[in-house]
């Protein structure tokens, strides 16, 4: 059996790792982290190009089914997906980590509401951890942000004030508490990520009773399949093969 993995993710190195070498594994990282950690197997990186560049490269080379342990915030990945796997009739999982319990945390839809909210609420020292590609929403913002990301975000979208701390997971909380501690910071905006990575972050933040903003993930796909653990996402991958 062959598979189509949309990856990147720390559960999908697990997924490639436990079906190894029982199933031959493509898995297709976006590119967009620099030497990023590879699971075994087969690897492609890069997009595909939209749903179009997708379809083409799965008749190109045929799957026998596709799983989906990409991000939860890369909705438009999974969307394409979806799509074409239905247009082809392929079997079709998503492996979709549980998210975080919100608590008391403020939800908002989008990094956009996140800035209003910031704004709103009238904090000045916001430790904000959403990807180099929510960092535009904030560029101007009164606040001062220590902005964590993998990689710099453009120039462009940076807000006036601000400190880049570039590091890449797993945290670990006496770590995530001195960082909170250091910067003064009044605010922890994040998005709903799930997962034990990032979790220390906002342990540290209740700890210190820093208000947390939290951008919700976008809704799965009507009508896919989805599983939220690396043993279900197997399970199914070998029931498939039986």
């Known amino acids: ?96 980590r549980p998210a975080w319990a919100p608590g008391e945390a403020i939800l908002v839809n989008s990094d956009r509401q996140a800035a209003e909210t910031i704004v709103a609420k009238g904090f000045s020292r916001v430790f904000l951890t959403t990807g180099r590609t929510g960092v535009a929403a904030f560029r101007d913002s009164d606040a001062w942000f220590l902005i964590r990301a993998v990689t710099p975000p453009d120039a462009e979208a940076l807000p006036r004030d601000h400190e880049l701390l570039l590091s890449r997971g797993p945290y670990r909380y006496d770590d995530e508490l001195a960082v909170l501690r250091a910067h003064g910071i009044d605010a922890l905006v994040t998005k709903n990520s799930g997962g ?44 498939r093969v039986r």
């Open 1 to 96: 059996m062959r598979i189509l993995l949309l990856g990147g993710t720390m559960e999908a190195r697990a997924l490639a790792a436990a079906l190894h070498p029982d199933v031959d594994v493509i898995s297709s990282l976006a590119g967009r982290v620099p030497d990023p950690a590879l699971p075994v197997g087969q690897v492609r990186i890069g997009g595909f190009g939209g749903v179009e560049g997708m379809r083409r490269w799965l008749i190109d080379t045929p799957v026998d089914a596709v799983v989906d342990a990409t991000h939860p915030f890369a909705a438009t990945i999974t969307a394409n997906a979806a799509a074409v796997c239905t247009d082809l009739a392929l079997p079709h999982l998503l492996l979709a």
């Open 196 to 239: 034990d990575m990032t979790r220390p972050k906002l342990d540290a933040a209740a700890a210190l009773g820093i208000p947390v903003v939290m951008v919700d993930r976008p809704p799965a796909p009507t009508g896919v399949r989805a599983v939220h653990s690396v043993e279900e996402a197997v399970a199914w991958v070998r029931s």
